[in-house]
Nanobody
Framework: QVQLVESGGDLVQPGGSLRLSCAAS????????VGWFRQAPGKEREFVAA????????YYSDSVKGRFIISRDNVRRTVNLEMNSLKQEDTALYYC??????????????WGQGTQVTVSL
């Protein structure tokens, strides 16, 4: 099973950029899809982006398409989420998860602890 640790969350002004990283350990990483999800206070967890094991397939939610970029490096065992043109509504706890490539949280069986992104003046 894959273990995941997120980093890179911070306080940033609207219009700014951040890069989140998801570091993986465990033997299955190179054959496993990784997704990013987020949850804001009082809201349901929502899908952000996903990348399949060889980077040939990528999904984005409509709310981040054109602003966020997901990528992975199977040698370094990392998945990054480049976030640009950040908006206040992007404020949330961001999680990475490993599992079956989809937009649905229940298909991912390993989750990190989350990293906080706050977009505010």
């Amino acid at each position: 099973q894959v273990q995941l640790v997120e980093s890179g969350g911070d306080l940033v002004q609207p219009g700014g950029s951040l890069r989140l990283s998801c570091a993986a350990s465990g033997s299955d990483f190179s054959t496993t899809a990784v997704g990013w999800f987020r949850q804001a206070p009082g809201k349901e967890r929502e899908f952000v982006a996903a990348i399949n094991y060889n980077s040939h397939y990528i999904y984005y939610s409509d709310s981040v398409k054109g602003r966020f970029i997901i990528s992975r490096d199977n040698v370094r065992r990392t998945v990054n989420l480049e976030m640009n043109s950040l908006k206040q509504e992007d404020t949330a706890l961001y999680y990475c998860a490993a599992g079956i490539f989809s937009k649905r949280a229940h298909t991912y069986n390993s989750w990190g602890q989350g990293t906080q992104v706050t977009v505010s003046l």
